[in-house]
Nanobody
Framework: QVQLAESGGGLVQAGGSLRLSCAVS????????MSWYHQAPGKQRELVAG???????NYADSVKDRFTISRDIAKNTMYLQMNSLKPEDTAVYYC???????????WGQGTQVTVSS
């Protein structure tokens, strides 16, 4: 059974930084297209950043030049480095994994990020 476990969320002042981690267990990270999503209260879940099984990355316009997605295959872990945080980045952040061959999707439980002004 594939499981995703996010960590690293918390409370930070505007302009600060956080690094989120998503640890994958039960399978091998490089078999998956990995993504970070966020969901603010009363809003839909939105894609923040993604990294394909081949290592290609993409970002939402709102986080380009501030956030960096990466992965450590040896540690089976994906990361999201978030710099220059803004109050509007406040949300629950979820990691998602999509198996490259079957499309099977897995979600983590989420980690809260709160940015105070």
């Amino acid at each position: 059974q594939v499981q995703l476990a996010e960590s690293g969320g918390g409370l930070v002042q505007a302009g600060g930084s956080l690094r989120l981690s998503c640890a994958v267990s039960g399978s091998i990270l490089r078999f998956y297209h990995m993504s970070w999503y966020h969901q603010a209260p009363g809003k839909q879940r939105e894609l923040v950043a993604g990294i394909t099984s081949g290592g290609y990355t993409n970002y939402a316009d709102s986080v380009k030049d501030r956030f960096t997605i990466s992965r450590d295959i040896a540690k089976n872990t994906m990361y999201l480095q978030m710099n220059s945080l803004k109050p509007e980045d406040t949300a629950v952040y979820y990691c998602a994994a999509v198996r490259y061959d079957t499309g099977t999707t897995y979600w983590g439980q989420g980690t809260q990020v709160t940015v105070s002004s």
